[in-house]
Nanobody, 121 residues
């Protein structure tokens, strides 16, 4: 059984910072791309950032220069450092990962349950 668990969300004032973490655990044979998505109130879930297993990363334009994605392959964890937060960054942030649980099955995508980020004064 594979689990992805996000942590680090909370309430922060505009201009503040938060660091989200995602930990993958369970039966993991290969861990490939890891992603952050968010779902803001009244909107569809949207992609925020991706980092692959050799450290290549990309972020969506509206967080460039503010958010940084990183990863620790030895611990199967991913982080999202969020600086200069804005009220429009409010939402539930989800971690997802593409992985193979055993060498005998295909790669699949797993999701965490999300962590709430609220940016408000």
């Amino acid at each position: 059984q594979v689990q992805l668990v996000e942590s680090g969300g909370g309430l922060v004032q505009p201009g503040g910072s938060l660091r989200l973490s995602c930990a993958a655990s369970g039966r993991i044979y290969n861990l490939f791309d890891m992603h952050w998505y968010r779902q803001s109130p009244g909107k569809q879930r949207e992609w925020v950032a991706t980092i692959n297993n050799v450290g290549a990363r990309s972020v969506v334009d509206f967080v460039k220069g503010r958010f940084t994605v990183s990863r620790d392959n030895a611990k199967n964890t991913m982080s999202l450092q969020m600086n200069s937060l804005k009220p429009e960054d409010t939402g539930v942030y989800y971690c997802s990962a593409e992985l193979r649980a055993t060498p005998y099955i295909d790669t699949d995508t797993y999701w965490g349950r999300g962590t709430q980020v609220t940016v408000s004064s």
